[in-house]
Protein backbone atom coordinates (compact mmCIF):
# COMPACT_ATOMS: atom_id res chain seq x y z
CA UNK A 1 0.00 0.00 0.00
CA UNK A 2 2.71 2.49 0.91
CA UNK A 3 4.19 4.07 -2.26
CA UNK A 4 7.65 5.38 -1.30
CA UNK A 5 9.69 5.76 1.66
CA UNK A 6 10.37 9.44 0.95
CA UNK A 7 7.79 11.09 3.14
CA UNK A 8 7.55 14.21 1.01
CA UNK A 9 6.40 12.34 -2.13
CA UNK A 10 4.88 9.59 -0.66
CA UNK A 11 1.48 8.87 -1.65
CA UNK A 12 -0.61 5.99 -0.44
CA UNK A 13 -2.71 4.18 -3.22
CA UNK A 14 -6.53 3.99 -1.86
CA UNK A 15 -9.10 0.83 -2.39
CA UNK A 16 -11.22 1.11 -5.08
CA UNK A 17 -9.12 2.50 -7.81
CA UNK A 18 -9.58 5.48 -5.67
CA UNK A 19 -6.10 7.60 -6.24
CA UNK A 20 -3.33 8.02 -4.44
CA UNK A 21 -3.51 9.80 -1.26
CA UNK A 22 0.06 11.82 0.00
CA UNK A 23 0.97 11.38 3.17
CA UNK A 24 1.52 14.49 4.03
CA UNK A 25 -1.33 16.90 4.27
CA UNK A 26 -2.58 20.09 4.47
CA UNK A 27 -5.64 20.74 7.24
CA UNK A 28 -7.29 24.09 6.30
CA UNK A 29 -9.48 24.34 10.16
CA UNK A 30 -8.68 28.32 10.21
CA UNK A 31 -11.07 30.57 11.62
CA UNK A 32 -9.92 33.70 9.49
CA UNK A 33 -10.43 33.94 5.49
CA UNK A 34 -7.41 36.44 4.64
CA UNK A 35 -5.78 33.19 6.47
CA UNK A 36 -6.84 30.89 4.56
CA UNK A 37 -5.96 32.44 1.25
CA UNK A 38 -2.31 32.50 2.43
CA UNK A 39 -2.05 29.78 4.57
CA UNK A 40 -2.89 27.40 1.64
CA UNK A 41 -0.78 29.57 -0.72
CA UNK A 42 2.39 28.35 1.25
CA UNK A 43 1.45 25.22 2.14
CA UNK A 44 0.90 24.74 -1.98
CA UNK A 45 4.71 26.38 -2.29
CA UNK A 46 6.18 24.16 0.25
CA UNK A 47 5.02 21.23 -1.61
CA UNK A 48 1.63 20.21 -0.04
CA UNK A 49 -0.53 18.69 -2.62
CA UNK A 50 -2.95 17.32 -0.45
CA UNK A 51 -5.52 19.78 1.10
CA UNK A 52 -8.43 18.89 4.02
CA UNK A 53 -11.55 20.41 3.60
CA UNK A 54 -15.15 20.64 5.18
CA UNK A 55 -18.60 22.56 4.59
CA UNK A 56 -18.20 23.01 8.46
CA UNK A 57 -14.72 25.13 8.41
CA UNK A 58 -16.87 27.82 6.21
CA UNK A 59 -13.84 28.65 3.97
CA UNK A 60 -14.54 26.12 1.28
CA UNK A 61 -14.39 29.47 -1.26
CA UNK A 62 -11.01 30.85 0.19
CA UNK A 63 -9.60 27.33 0.00
CA UNK A 64 -10.65 27.24 -3.71
CA UNK A 65 -9.84 30.49 -4.52
CA UNK A 66 -6.21 29.75 -3.42
CA UNK A 67 -6.19 26.57 -5.24
CA UNK A 68 -7.23 28.15 -8.30
CA UNK A 69 -4.40 30.50 -8.26
CA UNK A 70 -2.36 27.73 -8.22
CA UNK A 71 -3.79 26.42 -10.84
CA UNK A 72 -3.72 29.02 -13.34
CA UNK A 73 0.34 29.49 -12.33
CA UNK A 74 0.47 26.30 -14.31
CA UNK A 75 3.01 24.75 -12.02
CA UNK A 76 -0.23 22.97 -10.02
CA UNK A 77 -2.49 20.29 -12.22
CA UNK A 78 -5.15 19.58 -11.03
CA UNK A 79 -4.28 15.48 -11.16
CA UNK A 80 -1.38 16.39 -9.03
CA UNK A 81 -3.71 17.41 -5.87
CA UNK A 82 -5.36 15.34 -3.84
CA UNK A 83 -9.12 17.25 -2.57
CA UNK A 84 -10.63 16.27 0.55
CA UNK A 85 -13.97 17.83 1.52
CA UNK A 86 -16.60 17.28 4.32
CA UNK A 87 -20.61 16.43 4.75
CA UNK A 88 -21.91 17.71 7.75
CA UNK A 89 -23.94 16.56 10.27
CA UNK A 90 -27.12 18.52 9.20
CA UNK A 91 -27.07 16.98 5.88
CA UNK A 92 -27.27 12.97 6.53
CA UNK A 93 -30.49 12.91 4.67
CA UNK A 94 -29.55 10.92 1.78
CA UNK A 95 -31.92 13.62 0.01
CA UNK A 96 -29.38 16.24 1.11
CA UNK A 97 -26.11 14.50 0.54
CA UNK A 98 -25.89 15.28 -3.15
CA UNK A 99 -27.02 18.76 -2.76
CA UNK A 100 -24.15 19.33 -0.07
CA UNK A 101 -21.31 17.55 -2.00
CA UNK A 102 -22.03 19.87 -5.03
CA UNK A 103 -22.34 22.69 -3.01
CA UNK A 104 -19.19 22.43 -1.59
CA UNK A 105 -17.45 21.26 -5.05
CA UNK A 106 -19.40 24.91 -6.60
CA UNK A 107 -17.36 26.54 -3.40
CA UNK A 108 -13.95 25.15 -4.48
CA UNK A 109 -14.26 25.57 -8.29
CA UNK A 110 -13.92 21.82 -9.30
CA UNK A 111 -15.45 19.38 -11.05
CA UNK A 112 -14.43 16.35 -9.00
CA UNK A 113 -13.63 15.55 -5.10
CA UNK A 114 -10.77 12.75 -4.86
CA UNK A 115 -12.80 11.96 -1.18
CA UNK A 116 -15.21 12.39 0.40
CA UNK A 117 -15.99 11.98 4.14
CA UNK A 118 -18.99 11.73 6.76
CA UNK A 119 -17.48 14.24 8.92
CA UNK A 120 -18.96 12.43 12.41
CA UNK A 121 -21.28 9.59 12.56
CA UNK A 122 -23.67 11.94 14.59
CA UNK A 123 -26.65 13.13 12.56
CA UNK A 124 -28.27 16.17 13.87
CA UNK A 125 -31.24 18.00 12.78
CA UNK A 126 -31.15 18.60 9.13
CA UNK A 127 -31.43 21.83 8.15
CA UNK A 128 -29.19 24.70 7.00
CA UNK A 129 -28.83 25.29 10.88
CA UNK A 130 -25.19 23.55 11.19
CA UNK A 131 -25.28 23.63 15.14
CA UNK A 132 -29.28 23.56 16.17
CA UNK A 133 -29.95 23.40 19.99
CA UNK A 134 -33.24 23.37 21.28
CA UNK A 135 -33.96 25.78 24.00
CA UNK A 136 -31.83 24.34 27.05
CA UNK A 137 -29.26 24.77 24.52
CA UNK A 138 -28.75 21.01 23.82
CA UNK A 139 -28.16 19.47 20.26
CA UNK A 140 -30.71 18.45 18.18
CA UNK A 141 -29.98 15.23 16.67
CA UNK A 142 -31.73 13.14 13.84
CA UNK A 143 -33.31 9.94 14.69
CA UNK A 144 -34.75 9.62 11.71
CA UNK A 145 -31.39 8.43 9.54
CA UNK A 146 -29.02 5.61 9.95
CA UNK A 147 -25.31 6.21 9.30
CA UNK A 148 -25.35 3.14 6.72
CA UNK A 149 -28.51 5.38 4.85
CA UNK A 150 -25.69 8.33 4.47
CA UNK A 151 -22.91 6.22 3.68
CA UNK A 152 -25.27 4.78 0.75
CA UNK A 153 -25.89 8.45 -0.72
CA UNK A 154 -22.07 9.09 -0.27
CA UNK A 155 -21.50 5.42 -2.52
CA UNK A 156 -24.00 6.67 -5.56
CA UNK A 157 -21.77 10.27 -5.52
CA UNK A 158 -18.43 7.15 -6.42
CA UNK A 159 -20.53 6.11 -8.91
CA UNK A 160 -21.78 9.30 -10.73
CA UNK A 161 -17.90 9.43 -11.23
CA UNK A 162 -17.48 12.64 -9.18
CA UNK A 163 -16.41 11.22 -6.44
CA UNK A 164 -13.19 9.45 -6.15
CA UNK A 165 -13.12 7.91 -2.67
CA UNK A 166 -15.38 7.97 -0.37
CA UNK A 167 -14.96 7.67 3.94
CA UNK A 168 -15.69 8.26 7.42
CA UNK A 169 -14.38 10.73 10.26
CA UNK A 170 -14.81 10.61 14.28
CA UNK A 171 -15.75 7.37 14.63
CA UNK A 172 -14.31 4.69 16.24
CA UNK A 173 -14.04 0.50 15.79
CA UNK A 174 -17.87 -0.09 16.96
CA UNK A 175 -19.45 1.87 14.37
CA UNK A 176 -16.91 1.76 11.74
CA UNK A 177 -16.75 -2.47 11.82
CA UNK A 178 -20.72 -2.73 10.96
CA UNK A 179 -20.48 0.16 8.65
CA UNK A 180 -17.60 -1.70 6.69
CA UNK A 181 -19.33 -5.21 6.71
CA UNK A 182 -22.55 -3.65 5.29
CA UNK A 183 -20.70 -1.30 2.85
CA UNK A 184 -20.78 -1.72 -1.01
CA UNK A 185 -17.93 0.28 -1.51
CA UNK A 186 -15.85 0.09 1.34
CA UNK A 187 -14.63 3.01 3.52
CA UNK A 188 -11.11 4.24 1.80
CA UNK A 189 -9.97 6.29 4.74
CA UNK A 190 -10.99 6.96 8.22
CA UNK A 191 -10.29 10.82 9.73
CA UNK A 192 -9.46 10.37 13.51
CA UNK A 193 -7.39 12.59 16.12
CA UNK A 194 -4.00 10.64 16.82
CA UNK A 195 -0.36 11.43 18.23
CA UNK A 196 1.48 9.77 20.28
CA UNK A 197 -1.16 10.56 23.32
CA UNK A 198 -3.56 9.01 21.54
CA UNK A 199 -2.16 6.62 19.17
CA UNK A 200 -5.54 4.71 18.37
CA UNK A 201 -3.59 1.00 17.48
CA UNK A 202 -6.33 -0.91 17.47
CA UNK A 203 -8.38 1.38 14.88
CA UNK A 204 -4.28 1.68 12.83
CA UNK A 205 -4.25 -1.94 12.96
CA UNK A 206 -7.87 -2.65 11.47
CA UNK A 207 -7.52 0.12 9.12
CA UNK A 208 -4.20 -1.42 7.71
CA UNK A 209 -5.57 -4.74 7.53
CA UNK A 210 -8.86 -3.49 5.58
CA UNK A 211 -6.76 -1.10 3.09
CA UNK A 212 -8.09 1.73 4.60
CA UNK A 213 -6.09 4.74 5.11
CA UNK A 214 -5.12 5.89 8.60
CA UNK A 215 -5.76 9.80 8.27
CA UNK A 216 -4.50 11.65 11.58
CA UNK A 217 -5.68 15.21 12.84
CA UNK A 218 -3.99 16.29 15.58
CA UNK A 219 -0.55 15.13 14.96
CA UNK A 220 1.01 17.91 16.90
CA UNK A 221 -2.10 17.62 19.63
CA UNK A 222 -3.41 20.32 18.42
CA UNK A 223 -0.76 22.74 19.34
CA UNK A 224 -1.67 22.73 22.73
CA UNK A 225 0.91 23.11 25.26
CA UNK A 226 1.59 21.28 27.18
CA UNK A 227 0.97 18.39 24.57
CA UNK A 228 2.99 16.26 22.49
CA UNK A 229 5.09 18.95 20.89
CA UNK A 230 6.62 19.39 24.16
CA UNK A 231 6.86 15.68 25.74
CA UNK A 232 10.42 15.32 26.96
CA UNK A 233 10.51 12.09 24.79
CA UNK A 234 10.13 14.01 21.61
CA UNK A 235 12.24 16.66 22.81
CA UNK A 236 15.43 14.37 23.00
CA UNK A 237 14.78 12.60 19.80
CA UNK A 238 14.86 16.42 17.58
CA UNK A 239 18.03 17.34 19.84
CA UNK A 240 19.16 13.81 18.41
CA UNK A 241 17.79 14.10 15.10
CA UNK A 242 18.27 17.65 14.27
CA UNK A 243 14.72 18.16 13.79
CA UNK A 244 12.15 20.09 15.57
CA UNK A 245 9.50 18.81 17.83
CA UNK A 246 7.06 19.09 15.06
CA UNK A 247 9.07 17.15 12.39
CA UNK A 248 9.40 14.60 14.99
CA UNK A 249 5.72 13.94 15.61
CA UNK A 250 4.59 13.99 11.90
CA UNK A 251 7.02 11.58 10.97
CA UNK A 252 6.42 9.34 13.80
CA UNK A 253 2.47 10.06 11.83
CA UNK A 254 3.94 8.52 8.65
CA UNK A 255 6.03 6.15 9.92
CA UNK A 256 2.99 4.43 11.33
CA UNK A 257 1.85 3.77 8.23
CA UNK A 258 -0.80 6.09 7.91
CA UNK A 259 -1.30 9.45 6.64
CA UNK A 260 -1.62 13.08 8.59
CA UNK A 261 -3.13 15.96 8.33
CA UNK A 262 -0.94 19.50 9.92
CA UNK A 263 -2.14 23.26 9.36
CA UNK A 264 0.64 25.76 9.43
CA UNK A 265 -0.10 29.09 8.81
CA UNK A 266 2.87 31.07 7.89
CA UNK A 267 5.41 30.13 5.14
CA UNK A 268 8.19 29.51 7.22
CA UNK A 269 6.04 26.75 9.27
CA UNK A 270 4.54 24.92 6.22
CA UNK A 271 8.38 24.47 5.18
CA UNK A 272 9.54 23.20 8.23
CA UNK A 273 6.27 21.10 8.58
CA UNK A 274 6.72 19.58 4.93
CA UNK A 275 10.27 18.52 5.81
CA UNK A 276 9.61 15.31 7.25
CA UNK A 277 12.10 12.55 6.97
CA UNK A 278 11.97 9.00 8.21
CA UNK A 279 13.09 8.44 12.08
CA UNK A 280 15.91 5.86 13.15
CA UNK A 281 14.04 2.78 14.39
CA UNK A 282 14.70 3.01 17.56
CA UNK A 283 13.38 6.63 18.13
CA UNK A 284 9.99 5.42 16.47
CA UNK A 285 10.49 3.03 19.05
CA UNK A 286 10.55 5.17 22.30
CA UNK A 287 7.51 7.33 20.77
CA UNK A 288 5.57 4.10 20.50
CA UNK A 289 6.66 2.96 24.40
CA UNK A 290 5.13 6.94 25.47
CA UNK A 291 2.06 6.70 27.96
CA UNK A 292 1.01 9.35 28.35
CA UNK A 293 -3.05 9.54 27.28
CA UNK A 294 -4.97 12.60 26.06
CA UNK A 295 -7.59 13.48 23.62
CA UNK A 296 -7.73 16.54 22.70
CA UNK A 297 -10.65 16.78 20.68
CA UNK A 298 -14.09 15.93 22.03
CA UNK A 299 -15.69 15.76 18.79
CA UNK A 300 -15.81 12.12 18.51
CA UNK A 301 -18.25 12.30 21.59
CA UNK A 302 -20.92 14.19 20.60
CA UNK A 303 -20.49 15.43 16.90
CA UNK A 304 -19.93 18.48 17.99
CA UNK A 305 -16.30 20.12 17.28
CA UNK A 306 -14.62 22.14 19.05
CA UNK A 307 -11.98 23.23 16.85
CA UNK A 308 -14.47 25.12 14.71
CA UNK A 309 -13.99 29.11 14.19
CA UNK A 310 -17.02 31.18 15.76
CA UNK A 311 -18.20 34.44 13.99
CA UNK A 312 -18.24 32.87 10.46
N1 LIG B 1 -12.28 15.48 11.43
C1 LIG B 1 -12.26 16.30 12.44
O1 LIG B 1 -13.14 16.32 13.29
C2 LIG B 1 -11.12 17.26 12.56
C3 LIG B 1 -10.91 17.94 13.76
C4 LIG B 1 -9.84 18.81 13.83
C5 LIG B 1 -8.99 18.99 12.75
N2 LIG B 1 -9.22 18.32 11.58
C6 LIG B 1 -8.39 18.52 10.40
O2 LIG B 1 -7.05 18.35 10.76
C7 LIG B 1 -6.30 19.50 10.37
C8 LIG B 1 -5.13 19.64 11.26
O3 LIG B 1 -5.51 20.33 12.46
P1 LIG B 1 -4.68 20.27 13.72
O4 LIG B 1 -5.16 21.20 14.75
O5 LIG B 1 -4.67 18.86 14.08
O6 LIG B 1 -3.27 20.77 13.13
P2 LIG B 1 -1.85 20.67 13.78
O7 LIG B 1 -0.89 21.17 12.78
O8 LIG B 1 -1.63 19.33 14.40
O9 LIG B 1 -1.98 21.69 14.98
C9 LIG B 1 -2.15 23.03 14.72
C10 LIG B 1 -1.55 23.81 15.87
O10 LIG B 1 -0.18 23.45 15.94
C11 LIG B 1 0.61 24.61 15.82
N3 LIG B 1 1.75 24.28 14.93
C12 LIG B 1 1.71 24.00 13.59
N4 LIG B 1 2.95 23.74 13.13
C13 LIG B 1 3.77 23.87 14.20
C14 LIG B 1 5.17 23.74 14.35
N5 LIG B 1 5.96 23.44 13.33
N6 LIG B 1 5.70 23.94 15.59
C15 LIG B 1 4.92 24.25 16.62
N7 LIG B 1 3.58 24.41 16.54
C16 LIG B 1 3.02 24.22 15.33
C17 LIG B 1 -0.26 25.67 15.23
O11 LIG B 1 0.19 26.88 15.76
P3 LIG B 1 -0.22 28.34 15.13
O12 LIG B 1 -1.67 28.49 15.48
O13 LIG B 1 0.67 29.27 15.84
O14 LIG B 1 0.02 28.25 13.68
C18 LIG B 1 -1.63 25.28 15.70
O15 LIG B 1 -1.88 25.81 17.00
C19 LIG B 1 -7.33 20.63 10.41
O16 LIG B 1 -6.94 21.77 9.69
C20 LIG B 1 -8.50 19.92 9.80
O17 LIG B 1 -8.34 19.86 8.40
C21 LIG B 1 -10.26 17.45 11.49
Redesign the pocket.
Known sequence: MLESADFQVRRIALNHGGGQMPALGF????PDAATTISATGYALEAGYRHF?C?ERYRNEREVGEALQAALATGRVVREDLFITT?LWNSNHRPERVKPAFDASLARLGLDYLDLYLI??PFAFAPGDEQDPRDESGKVIYDEGVTLLDTWRALESLVDSGRCRAIGL??IGLEELRPLYDAARIKPSAV?I?AHPYLPETELLEFCNDKGIVFLA???????IRPGP?EDPVIAQIAARTGK???QVLLAWAVQRGGAL??????AA?AQ??FDVTALPADAFDAINRIETRQRY?E?VKTGS?G?IPQNR
Open positions: GTLIDAKHTSDQEFAPLGHGLTPALTTPRTRENNVPF
